[in-house]
């Protein structure tokens, strides 16, 4: 009897030091932390396998197939496929007030109170022989089609800068408004 309970007693403990040689062992292992971001041996994996980003990284998940975008860039028109799009604004009061509250603020400076091509920095233009801003009742831009008005502002011609990072699609279509209203219909 005592010598079965040693015996039971012995066994136990030699499985109590194994235990403990393991656990001493992967401790050993997994706590010998390098300065990079995994441990050596890949003992307590915690959470170095997630969908985490890391600084500066661009996102990885793709969208849902039917994902449709509403914001970022409208769709890039040619100078021949912009002169096909139709105006969707009308010349309402409210809408012309905002096209000349829009055209005094961005482009008055260049093309003048009135759509002249007069405005302060014009002179600055004929100074460096430039081609200066236009007369928006030029045949210049009568034969122009509100399409193709629009894509000008928006992409910028010559010495003029493309306006489509700082007006929206729907101000540069103001703005055409505001530019017939000085300068007369177009073609
Ligand atoms: C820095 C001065 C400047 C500003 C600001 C400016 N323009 Fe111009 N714009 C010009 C010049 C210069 C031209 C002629 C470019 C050429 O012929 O090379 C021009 C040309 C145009 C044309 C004629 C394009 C064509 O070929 O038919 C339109 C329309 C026009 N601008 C509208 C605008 C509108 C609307 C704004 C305000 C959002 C604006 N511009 C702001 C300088 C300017």
Redesign the pocket.
């Known amino acids: 009897m005592g010598e079965r309970e040693d015996g039971v007693t012995m066994f136990g403990r030699r499985w109590g030091y194994v235990a403990m040689l393991v656990a001493v062992a992967a401790l050993a292992l997994g706590g010998c932390i390098p300065t990079g971001p995994t441990y050596p041996v890949d003992f307590y994996h915690e959470m170095h396998y997630t969908q985490m980003y890391r600084a500066y990284e661009p996102p990885r998940l793709a969208p849902p197939d039917e994902a449709v975008p509403t914001t970022g860039r409208a769709p890039r028109y040619t100078a021949a496929e912009a002169a096909q799009l139709r105006n969707p604004l009308q010349p309402t009061p409210a809408n012309l007030e905002r096209a000349r509250a829009?055209?005094r603020r961005?482009?008055a400076?260049?093309?003048g109170a009135e759509g002249k091509g007069n405005g302060i920095?014009s002179a600055y233009?004929q100074t460096a022989r430039?081609?200066?801003?236009?007369d928006?009742a030029s045949e210049?831009?009568r034969n122009?089609t509100d399409g193709?008005?629009w894509h000008?502002?928006g992409q910028g011609?010559?010495?003029?800068?493309p306006?489509e990072n700082l007006?929206g699609e729907e101000e540069r279509w103001l703005?055409v408004l505001?530019?017939r209203e000085m300068g007369g219909p177009g073609r």
């Open positions: 829009l055209y961005d482009c400076t260049c093309h920095i233009f430039a081609p200066t801003p236009v928006f210049r831009v122009r193709e008005v000008y502002i011609i010559g010495l003029m800068p306006f007006l703005l505001a530019i």
